[in-house]
């Protein structure tokens, strides 16, 4: 099983002709409303790809937290663990997408920040945890403390305050912004080097259309490409790679072999609006497809 310790948030999408600069007003060409935060993203990708999963996360007492939870069980996610704050909001993010998939996101918190350590208790179990920084750090650090099986932080956003954390985790997945600002230099090799000293097994740093490279306490360091696709919108690109190395460790695959299947499935994901995860008979054809070409 996988656990997710994270965010739900509802997701306000503005498809734009171009990111507005500051002071510039632009007009929406489209607008969705949908469900997203990096840990619901998480949870929901990873059970479309067959997986068992459980999620642990904070929704308000409002429409959209009942949304939520409706939302969760439809896509065979135990919500057992699922808090609802009363008096507080659902979280909510609010993001622009450009007509190259490019966008910028600016997220409220809302229940997220209330999920709270105590909310863990007896909920943490499993054979892989991921987690992400949308929720406190003190949450995220009891449950990479306390739990027993494999564990994944995915660090965005990638303001770490308790690099305490790092040394608890068996695998951290930033993107290239969120390395830099983790190591806090322009200098790869160095950065590197620096997190590989702190975590217990691996740094991959997922490069979007150029795959990911996968680096190794052992001292493996390896560029794994990503096929490629016609990119129509990149958010959710990240949760979706994370969800799918989680499903494919959890089957049993090495690392290298998991990262280049999340590769595959985070590809396949950005060819169409949202950030959600495709389903398993989609990857499949995917598969097989990008196999005969």
Do not use: C
Not at 76 to 89: A, F, L, P, Q
Not at 201 to 218: C, F, H, Q, S
């Amino acid at each position: 099983m996988i656990a997710v310790v994270g965010s739900y948030n509802v997701d306000v999408i503005l498809r734009v002709s171009k990111i507005p600069e500051i002071g510039e007003t632009v007009i929406a060409d489209e607008v969705y409303i949908t469900h997203g935060g990096k840990g619901s993203n998480q949870a929901v990708s990873a059970s479309r790809l067959g997986s068992h999963v459980k999620i642990i996360a904070a929704v308000g007492d409002d429409k959209h937290g009942t949304n939520a939870i409706e939302f969760w069980k439809s896509e065979n996610i135990d919500v057992s663990k699922v808090k609802i704050k009363n008096g507080i909001n659902t979280g909510a993010a609010y993001i622009f997408v450009d007509k190259k998939g490019r966008n910028i996101i600016v997220v409220n918190r809302g229940a997220n920040y209330y999920l709270s350590e105590d909310d863990l208790n007896n909920s943490l179990e499993g054979d892989i945890l991921l987690m992400q920084l949308e929720i406190r750090e003190s949450v995220v650090k009891k449950a990479a403390k306390e739990f027993n099986g494999i564990k994944i932080l995915n660090p965005a956003p990638a303001n770490l305050k308790n690099t305490e954390i790092l040394s608890l985790v068996d695998i951290i997945t930033p993107n290239e912004i969120e390395f830099k600002e983790l190591v806090n230099t322009d200098d790869f090799e160095y950065g590197l080097n620096v997190l590989l000293k702190k975590v217990k097994k691996a740094v991959i740093v997922t490069l979007g259309e150029r795959g990911a490279l996968l680096a190794t306490r052992d001292g493996k360091k390896v560029l794994i490409p990503s096929p490629k696709v016609n990119v129509i919108d990149e958010t959710g690109a990240g949760d979706v790679f994370n969800a799918a190395l989680s499903v494919y460790l959890e089957k049993g695959f090495d690392l290298e072999t998991a990262v280049e299947y999340a590769n595959k499935v985070a590809a396949l994901s950005v060819t169409k609006i949202g950030a959600l995860g495709p389903k398993l008979d989609e990857v499949r054809k995917f598969l097989e497809e990008i196999d005969n070409e």
